[in-house]
Nanobody, 124 residues
Framework: QVQLVESGGGLVQPGGSLRLSCAAS????????MGWYRQAPGKQRELVAA??????????ELADSVKGRFTISRDNAKNTVYLQMNSLKPEDTAVYYC???????????????WGQGTQVTVSS
């Protein structure tokens, strides 16, 4: 099992910045990748950013809507993934969820773990 605890959400004015943190615990050695998704009211959950959990992989993915504004990074020593969000826009308002994926060799599929979500509101 993997437990994910998010922090760092809040209310910010347009153009402002926030940094989200996601600390992982449990069977973290088996995690392949971690990332952030978001879900706005009435919309589907969407991928914001993802990064390889460790090792030599250079896997990193950013949604087109956040390229140039958001950055994802990891601190392996702290088992933590960060999402630095700059130049925030009202359309970035959503609940942001931390995600971790672990490959299961028995089912030959990824198992997805989720944090509880943190609200980000961009408004003047």
């Amino acid at each position: 099992q993997v437990q994910l605890v998010e922090s760092g959400g809040g209310l910010v004015q347009p153009g402002g910045s926030l940094r989200l943190s996601c600390a992982a615990s449990g069977s973290i050695f088996a995690i392949n990748a971690m990332g952030w998704y978001r879900q706005a009211p009435g919309k589907q959950r969407e991928l914001v950013a993802a990064i390889a959990a460790g090792g030599s992989s250079n896997y990193l993915e950013l949604a087109d809507s956040v390229k140039g504004r958001f950055t994802i990074s990891r601190d392996n020593a702290k088992n933590t993934v960060y999402l630095q969000m700059n130049s925030l826009k009202p359309e970035d308002t959503a609940v942001y969820y931390c995600n971790a994926d672990r490959w299961d060799s028995v089912t030959m599929s990824f198992i997805h773990y989720w944090g509880q979500g943190t609200q980000v509101t961009v408004s003047s």
